[in-house]
């Protein structure tokens, strides 16, 4: 009896060791999902980024129709290779309104010229408020707003083929 | 070959990432102090306990990151305004969760990081109490 006893330091030990080492080859989650979801948008205004298309307030996303609102800048790689499937999101029917962060006018003027536009609105946030008050961490990201104003889905990181159909029922559904 | 050229490609991307990043000038309040002292001292005791999101292994004091200058901004622009640090912590943690503090709180999640050193404590206060008398 005493014999077994004194294995179960060793015993616990090693249940540490397989623990840590499970965890190490585990892939590290770097998303930090915003806690925002189901509640509403605060109020902000945005003026324009580009001169072809007007800034964003909150009124433009409390209209009572849902949107996807594009948080991306001219400055961040992944926007270019999620910017195509945006526009196959705004051919199927989904309104994408933008807010640029930490942008200047011309480097969107030309990101977009380069690589489509797909925005109805365009907001600068040059000290990132907006994103910070709907609790996105990075570029790109892509919220699902229903006709009210309130967050009903966020998708971290560049959109891809896979996503689109994702984005498209979450959208749906943000308008029932 | 493959990994070397992944490799250059990388570098490329993040030279052009930082380089295109320089281009808007930092937040007003990211590198600027506040004028009044004390709340520049408030300010700074909130930071160091704000965790950066980019780089999540810092604090927004310590990251030059562009969105550690825009929350820095954030902090000091409300302290200037008369708010509450521990205010605009609950508001970050509104929006990002506990993850964003790095000031320690007893929840429902962390209680046992409370509980189990005192246990343990507690334990071998047992233990000991018992060699002890056994000896005597």
Redesign the interface.
């Known amino acids: 009896m005493s014999n077994f006893r004194l294995w179960i330091p060793l015993g616990l030990f090693a249940l540490f060791l397989g623990v840590a080492a499970y965890q190490l080859t585990q892939p590290k989650d ?1 998303f ?5 979801i189901g509640k509403p948008i605060p109020d902000f205004a945005l003026r324009p980024s580009h001169p072809d298309r007007p800034g964003l307030t909150i009124n433009d996303l409390t209209d009572g129709k849902p949107k996807l609102l594009n948080i991306w800048a ?4 992944p926007c270019i290779a999620e910017a195509p499937h945006l526009e196959t999101l705004k051919r199927q029917g989904a309104e994408i309104v933008g807010v640029a962060i ?3 006018p011309e ?1 969107v003027a030309r990101f977009l010229a380069r690589h489509g536009n797909p925005y109805s609105k365009i907001g600068a946030d ?4 907006v ?5 996105s ?2 570029v790109p990201e892509t919220f699902v707003i229903d006709g009210n104003g309130v967050i009903q889905h966020q998708h971290i990181g560049d959109v891809r083929a896979e996503h689109v159909p994702i984005l498209l029922r979450e959208l749906a559904e943000a308008g029932q | 070959m493959k990994k070397l050229v992944f490799a250059l490609m990388l570098l490329c991307g993040s030279v052009g990432v930082s380089f295109a990043q320089q281009t808007l000038p930092p937040a007003p309040l990211a590198y600027q102090q506040l004028e009044d002292p004390a709340q520049e001292r408030a300010a700074q005791a909130l930071m160091e306990t704000l965790r950066c999101l980019k780089c999540q292994s810092q604090s927004i004091a310590d990251s030059d990151a562009p969105m550690a200058g825009d929350m820095r901004h954030q902090v000091r622009s409300r302290i200037a305004a008369g708010e509450e640090p521990e205010a605009i912590r609950a508001w970050l943690v509104e929006r990002y969760g506990d993850y964003v503090s790095y000031a320690p709180t007893v929840s429902e999640t962390t209680w046992p990081l409370f509980a189990v050193p005192l246990l343990l404590l507690l334990v071998a206060g047992l233990i000991l109490w018992r060699r002890l008398r056994a000896k005597s």
Not at chain 1, 32 to 36: D, E, F, K, Q
Not at chain 1, 126 to 129: H, P, Q
């Open positions: 770097e930090v999902v915003s806690t925002m001219s400055w961040c790689l930490r942008d200047r480097d040059d000290l990132s408020e994103q910070l008050s709907i609790g961490s990075g």
